[in-house]
């Protein structure tokens, strides 16, 4: 099923204009401000009226933030989840004891809120980390839960944001056993953004009945070819995740990888987890361009994602798109960071559709041309390193002075 | 001999007054302008008037440059140099098989021009990827070496610039056997620095004897230790080499590990070696401060050297770093994802000699006394992972708007 042109997962699906997670059937999602951030909102909620079966997907870092490690908790005993609140503003991570008490709190409070099983909430926060959750604040926000009404959606979208410039969700439809199904998702990105999971977190939904081994399986088949293959600085962190939800109000039976529509179904997830992770590396801190290097050619799955993303990762390949700087000498020499043992001379390198590298070496290219090109929303990057049949591609942005300016200052 | 403290380094040593790779007898450096740069010096030679053992350690980059095959090649033939040219501007990688032959030419001029084998004779390029060597320039380069005279060595300093700022050497005297030993060294950085070999080229010097054996263990140990720790921007180029030259005019017999005194010269070749790295991480593309950071209490090399590179690497801790930011948050996670399998609760972090983390968790600082320490021109990140013996430092600096304007503009 992991065809990687977008023709092909865009086959059988139906764009839901402004979709989002809450936008399957059964799912309510809002948002409110209670003053960890100035003045955007910055706690929110997603929930189902009905457990939904979850697969999760969490961060390699060392460092399980404390939310993290609850909402881990609440999905290991149940293996559902009817609610995930969420704040942004603060991590919660590195806060030891104290910062598990006060994610544990947090899924009693909304478990006391909502009438649901303590183990059927998710806790997720995201933001500065070694700072403790000012719970006087999120307990006005757990109050505040209203799951009678989905017309605020986009407030969830917004309230889970940190150094984001936009919201980002889409949801989409396809037909299985004649129902309609519909899958959305709502994530954030925006810094600290690196293959493995990175200050991102992502919220799928669907009203699907699937099959829960199955889910599973198909998250991280999934997030490895999507979330897993952007990068934004290179930096993992400590808070994130990726959550799946089928909350089985459509169809009666559970979908299972046997089912004759599964790949359907499949397709249309990677859709929605492909949708998010591009537009997480589109809104990359100080970011004015979209990157997508896909490398073909490799003798092994592991060969071609360590190139792309390396080339993607480049600071100098990162910076010379900024300056709309054809350089191809940058993109050639991650090639061979990235993997000693290539070929070199069977290389080849397009950008923007124009060649540039032929058998390793450079090849005239009409240099106006191309840096117009290079004025494009998108830069493409497309290397070739051999005949072999293995293909992957990666997304990122440049490295503006923006990137900068952000970083330098982010605390202050 | 691999005692990290500089105390321990500086013993026995004497350090001459702006010394550099033509300070020990018997070698003469100097550069020219030949037009491959618009007014700097650009083209540059290190001369031994006899043949001087010679160990070298190459990038690790699949493409290897022109330059570097054929001075490899004349190493491996001879294990001995008594000529190396440099120049700046083009790098003549990715040039295929005119790229050889260019290199190959002139390493048969200067063997004529100075009437030495011509597998005595290397060639370094630094500079543009892609570009052919403007042959008649190379040529008229060759035909202005002067190696009857050593006042100009501070030429050949200048004349492997690229975007370095300042010039990098340095040589100190150690007494073997009652004889004065000197050891020199110039480098030069810029961008594309980083573990294994980035665009960096040294050139280190001694007049002592030396057993070959014993020069080739000792340099690769060494440079492990210094130029292999040091990172600017995570890029490794394709041209780099670390050359050691040992000429042998001074000590009859000579000098190899079993030696009482081995230790002495080794030390003295690490603290060039050191003084070397720590400039080059110094005077990094746009960098304003030199980082130092030290990670002790390991388990094995591997993992400190892997932690303290991933810190000094990460984007997120450079760009705090330029915005004088204790953003300890930013460190504990390139800890965390540095090494997936530390304690995270065994971790404590000192930024500028202040704590900031105590077993894995935030601690209360006077945070305006910390910003005053992050002022200073160097910026120590000391962290303890546990109570093994291990330890690494690595060297690097922060993250600039300059680093993205040099490197948007390169080539424009």
Redesign the interface.
Known sequence: MMEETEQVIHNDLTIINEGDAASPEGYIAGGVHVGLRRSKKDFGWLYSSVPANCAAVYT????KAAPLQITKDSIDVTQQLSAIVINSAI?N????ERGIQDARLTRKLVSDKLQIPEYEVGVVSTG????FLPMEKIKHGINQIDVSTNVNSSDFNESILTTDLVTKHTAVTISIENETITIGGTCKGS??I?P?MATMLGFMTTDANVDLEDLNLLLKEIVDETFNMITV??????NDMVILMANGKKLSNSLNKNHPEWNKFANAIKYVSQYLAKSIARDGEGATKLVKVTVSGGDSKQTVNKIAKTIV????VK??I??G?P????I??????A????S??DVDVNLCGSKI?E????VPYDASKLKAKMERDTIDIDVKIGEEPFLATAFGCD???E???I??????
Chains 1, 2 share one sequence.
Do not use: K, W
Request: charged share 10%; net charge negative.
């Open positions: 390699q870092n060392a460092y991590a991570a590195c806060t030891g500065l980390i070694g700072e810094g600290m690196n493995n600085d290179g930096d993992t962190s400590t990762g480049s600071s100098l910076t010379a900024h300056g700087d350089n191809f000498g940058r050639i020499t991650a090639i061979g960071y993997d000693s043992t290539i070199p001379y590298v058998n390793g070496m450079a490295l503006s002075y990137y900068v300016r970083n330098a200052l982010y605390r202050t």
